[in-house]
Protein backbone atom coordinates (compact mmCIF):
# COMPACT_ATOMS: atom_id res chain seq x y z
CA UNK A 1 0.00 0.00 0.00
CA UNK A 2 1.25 3.61 -0.67
CA UNK A 3 1.92 5.52 2.69
CA UNK A 4 2.23 9.07 2.77
CA UNK A 5 2.85 10.20 6.41
CA UNK A 6 3.02 13.58 7.34
CA UNK A 7 5.07 14.77 10.31
CA UNK A 8 2.47 15.97 12.70
CA UNK A 9 -1.32 15.44 13.78
CA UNK A 10 -1.97 18.82 15.31
CA UNK A 11 0.55 21.76 15.36
CA UNK A 12 0.07 25.27 17.21
CA UNK A 13 2.19 27.98 16.43
CA UNK A 14 2.82 31.65 17.42
CA UNK A 15 2.37 34.48 15.39
CA UNK A 16 5.43 35.33 13.30
CA UNK A 17 7.04 31.85 13.63
CA UNK A 18 8.37 29.96 10.94
CA UNK A 19 6.95 26.71 10.89
CA UNK A 20 7.98 23.34 8.74
CA UNK A 21 5.59 20.60 7.82
CA UNK A 22 7.21 17.52 6.48
CA UNK A 23 5.55 14.88 3.87
CA UNK A 24 6.94 11.55 3.22
CA UNK A 25 6.00 8.75 0.61
CA UNK A 26 7.24 5.40 -0.04
CA UNK A 27 6.11 4.57 -2.90
CA UNK A 28 8.67 6.57 -5.49
CA UNK A 29 6.08 8.96 -6.94
CA UNK A 30 7.61 11.94 -8.60
CA UNK A 31 4.73 14.23 -8.23
CA UNK A 32 3.91 15.43 -4.47
CA UNK A 33 1.59 18.28 -3.60
CA UNK A 34 0.56 20.56 -0.87
CA UNK A 35 -3.11 21.51 -0.12
CA UNK A 36 -5.05 23.36 2.71
CA UNK A 37 -8.51 22.23 3.60
CA UNK A 38 -10.97 25.23 4.66
CA UNK A 39 -14.54 24.54 5.89
CA UNK A 40 -16.48 25.46 2.88
CA UNK A 41 -13.70 25.94 0.49
CA UNK A 42 -12.52 22.45 -0.05
CA UNK A 43 -8.81 22.04 -0.86
CA UNK A 44 -6.68 24.71 -2.44
CA UNK A 45 -3.73 23.83 -4.36
CA UNK A 46 -0.32 25.77 -2.57
CA UNK A 47 2.40 24.27 -4.42
CA UNK A 48 3.42 21.16 -6.10
CA UNK A 49 6.63 19.66 -7.05
CA UNK A 50 7.34 17.15 -10.02
CA UNK A 51 10.72 16.08 -9.27
CA UNK A 52 13.11 16.77 -6.71
CA UNK A 53 14.50 20.33 -6.74
CA UNK A 54 11.33 21.38 -8.99
CA UNK A 55 8.27 23.07 -7.60
CA UNK A 56 5.60 25.04 -9.13
CA UNK A 57 2.85 27.54 -7.67
CA UNK A 58 -0.66 26.23 -7.21
CA UNK A 59 -3.69 28.48 -6.78
CA UNK A 60 -2.65 30.48 -2.81
CA UNK A 61 1.11 30.23 -2.78
CA UNK A 62 1.51 33.39 -1.15
CA UNK A 63 3.05 33.18 2.19
CA UNK A 64 4.25 29.84 1.89
CA UNK A 65 7.58 28.28 0.30
CA UNK A 66 8.10 24.30 -0.39
CA UNK A 67 11.60 22.54 -0.18
CA UNK A 68 12.42 18.79 -2.06
CA UNK A 69 15.41 17.83 -1.51
CA UNK A 70 14.93 14.26 -1.68
CA UNK A 71 12.55 12.57 -4.21
CA UNK A 72 10.45 10.93 -1.16
CA UNK A 73 10.04 14.03 0.79
CA UNK A 74 8.22 17.37 0.31
CA UNK A 75 8.47 20.11 2.84
CA UNK A 76 5.60 23.41 3.32
CA UNK A 77 6.91 26.18 4.84
CA UNK A 78 5.72 29.00 6.50
CA UNK A 79 8.05 31.67 7.06
CA UNK A 80 6.38 33.63 9.15
CA UNK A 81 2.80 32.13 10.53
CA UNK A 82 -0.18 34.02 10.28
CA UNK A 83 -3.33 33.59 12.05
CA UNK A 84 -4.78 33.56 8.69
CA UNK A 85 -3.08 30.45 8.12
CA UNK A 86 -4.84 28.31 11.13
CA UNK A 87 -6.00 25.39 8.54
CA UNK A 88 -5.99 21.49 7.64
CA UNK A 89 -2.85 21.11 5.57
CA UNK A 90 -2.75 17.68 3.67
CA UNK A 91 0.09 16.28 1.38
CA UNK A 92 -0.22 14.18 -1.43
CA UNK A 93 1.90 12.13 -4.05
CA UNK A 94 1.26 10.21 -7.60
CA UNK A 95 3.41 8.60 -9.83
CA UNK A 96 3.63 10.35 -13.41
CA UNK A 97 2.85 7.99 -15.88
CA UNK A 98 2.71 9.54 -19.99
CA UNK A 99 -0.82 8.79 -21.62
CA UNK A 100 -3.20 8.84 -18.02
CA UNK A 101 -3.78 9.99 -14.50
CA UNK A 102 -3.37 8.17 -11.50
CA UNK A 103 -5.30 9.18 -8.01
CA UNK A 104 -3.35 11.32 -5.80
CA UNK A 105 -2.60 9.47 -2.44
CA UNK A 106 -3.18 11.54 0.91
CA UNK A 107 -1.56 11.73 4.41
CA UNK A 108 -3.61 12.28 7.40
CA UNK A 109 -3.68 15.90 7.47
CA UNK A 110 -1.41 18.47 9.80
CA UNK A 111 -4.13 20.68 11.99
CA UNK A 112 -2.14 24.03 12.32
CA UNK A 113 -3.38 26.62 14.97
CA UNK A 114 -1.55 29.91 14.53
CA UNK A 115 -2.38 32.14 17.50
CA UNK B 1 -9.32 26.41 -17.09
CA UNK B 2 -11.38 23.59 -15.68
CA UNK B 3 -13.55 23.69 -12.99
CA UNK B 4 -16.28 21.17 -10.50
CA UNK B 5 -19.22 22.48 -9.24
CA UNK B 6 -20.74 20.15 -6.32
CA UNK B 7 -24.43 20.82 -5.64
CA UNK B 8 -25.27 20.87 -1.92
CA UNK B 9 -22.80 21.60 0.58
CA UNK B 10 -24.61 19.37 3.01
CA UNK B 11 -26.83 16.22 1.99
CA UNK B 12 -29.02 14.59 4.65
CA UNK B 13 -30.21 11.00 4.57
CA UNK B 14 -31.81 8.53 6.49
CA UNK B 15 -30.29 5.15 7.15
CA UNK B 16 -31.27 2.63 4.41
CA UNK B 17 -32.05 5.65 1.77
CA UNK B 18 -30.71 6.10 -1.40
CA UNK B 19 -27.32 8.50 -1.35
CA UNK B 20 -26.94 10.99 -4.40
CA UNK B 21 -24.06 13.10 -4.32
CA UNK B 22 -23.86 15.42 -7.48
CA UNK B 23 -20.69 16.42 -9.80
CA UNK B 24 -20.58 18.96 -12.82
CA UNK B 25 -17.12 19.27 -14.08
CA UNK B 26 -16.66 22.11 -16.93
CA UNK B 27 -13.85 20.46 -20.17
CA UNK B 28 -13.47 20.97 -23.33
CA UNK B 29 -11.60 17.73 -23.14
CA UNK B 30 -11.55 14.41 -21.67
CA UNK B 31 -11.63 14.08 -18.12
CA UNK B 32 -10.32 11.79 -15.50
CA UNK B 33 -12.99 12.14 -12.62
CA UNK B 34 -12.61 11.10 -9.10
CA UNK B 35 -14.05 10.62 -5.59
CA UNK B 36 -12.94 10.74 -2.75
CA UNK B 37 -14.20 10.41 0.91
CA UNK B 38 -13.00 12.23 4.02
CA UNK B 39 -14.04 11.02 7.33
CA UNK B 40 -13.34 13.43 10.53
CA UNK B 41 -9.80 14.35 11.53
CA UNK B 42 -8.26 12.32 7.87
CA UNK B 43 -7.37 12.73 5.50
CA UNK B 44 -8.89 11.46 1.97
CA UNK B 45 -8.99 8.19 0.49
CA UNK B 46 -10.15 7.39 -2.74
CA UNK B 47 -13.68 6.30 -3.47
CA UNK B 48 -13.58 5.34 -7.35
CA UNK B 49 -11.92 6.79 -10.57
CA UNK B 50 -13.44 7.30 -14.07
CA UNK B 51 -10.39 7.05 -17.20
CA UNK B 52 -12.22 6.25 -20.23
CA UNK B 53 -12.87 3.21 -19.80
CA UNK B 54 -16.63 1.53 -18.29
CA UNK B 55 -18.86 4.65 -18.14
CA UNK B 56 -20.67 3.72 -14.90
CA UNK B 57 -17.44 2.72 -11.79
CA UNK B 58 -17.81 0.87 -8.92
CA UNK B 59 -15.61 1.87 -6.26
CA UNK B 60 -15.27 0.35 -2.16
CA UNK B 61 -18.34 0.56 0.12
CA UNK B 62 -21.03 -0.16 -2.46
CA UNK B 63 -20.86 3.32 -3.78
CA UNK B 64 -21.03 3.82 -7.61
CA UNK B 65 -20.74 6.71 -10.05
CA UNK B 66 -21.85 7.21 -14.03
CA UNK B 67 -20.14 9.64 -16.68
CA UNK B 68 -22.26 11.79 -18.20
CA UNK B 69 -20.50 13.35 -21.10
CA UNK B 70 -23.45 15.09 -22.13
CA UNK B 71 -24.42 16.59 -19.05
CA UNK B 72 -20.97 16.78 -18.16
CA UNK B 73 -21.63 15.11 -14.98
CA UNK B 74 -20.47 12.43 -12.92
CA UNK B 75 -22.60 12.04 -9.94
CA UNK B 76 -21.92 9.27 -7.16
CA UNK B 77 -24.48 6.87 -5.51
CA UNK B 78 -25.36 4.35 -3.29
CA UNK B 79 -28.33 2.32 -3.07
CA UNK B 80 -28.72 2.16 0.82
CA UNK B 81 -27.19 4.76 3.30
CA UNK B 82 -25.49 3.23 6.52
CA UNK B 83 -24.26 5.36 9.50
CA UNK B 84 -21.32 4.71 8.84
CA UNK B 85 -20.95 6.62 5.22
CA UNK B 86 -21.52 9.93 7.18
CA UNK B 87 -18.67 11.73 6.15
CA UNK B 88 -17.29 14.78 3.90
CA UNK B 89 -17.20 13.56 0.04
CA UNK B 90 -15.06 15.37 -2.69
CA UNK B 91 -15.37 15.67 -6.75
CA UNK B 92 -11.98 16.07 -8.25
CA UNK B 93 -10.91 16.52 -12.16
CA UNK B 94 -7.50 15.82 -13.60
CA UNK B 95 -6.28 15.55 -17.49
CA UNK B 96 -3.95 13.46 -19.30
CA UNK B 97 -0.41 15.39 -19.41
CA UNK B 98 -1.43 17.73 -16.19
CA UNK B 99 0.04 16.68 -12.67
CA UNK B 100 -2.68 18.57 -10.84
CA UNK B 101 -6.09 18.16 -9.87
CA UNK B 102 -9.29 20.37 -9.69
CA UNK B 103 -11.67 19.55 -6.37
CA UNK B 104 -15.19 20.62 -5.67
CA UNK B 105 -15.59 22.57 -2.18
CA UNK B 106 -17.14 19.76 -1.13
CA UNK B 107 -20.49 17.79 0.04
CA UNK B 108 -21.04 16.56 3.60
CA UNK B 109 -23.01 14.02 3.68
CA UNK B 110 -25.06 13.24 7.29
CA UNK B 111 -27.25 9.90 8.15
CA UNK B 112 -29.64 9.81 10.24
CA UNK B 113 -30.97 6.76 11.66
Known amino acids: DVKVTQSSRYLVKRTGEKVFLECVQD?????MFWYRQDPGLGLRLIYF???????EKGDIPEGYSVSREKKERFSLILESASTNQTSMYLC??????????????FGPGTRLTVL | AQSVTQLGSHVSVSEGALVLLRCNYS??????LFWYVQYPNQGLQLLLKYTSAATLVKGINGFEAEFKKSETSFHLTKPSAHMSDAAEYFC???????????FGKGTMLLVSP
Open chain 2, 92 to 102: AVGYSGYSTLT
Open chain 1, 92 to 105: ASTPRRQGTYNEQF
Open chain 1, 49 to 55: SYDVKMK
Open chain 1, 27 to 31: MDHEN
Open chain 2, 27 to 32: SSVPPY
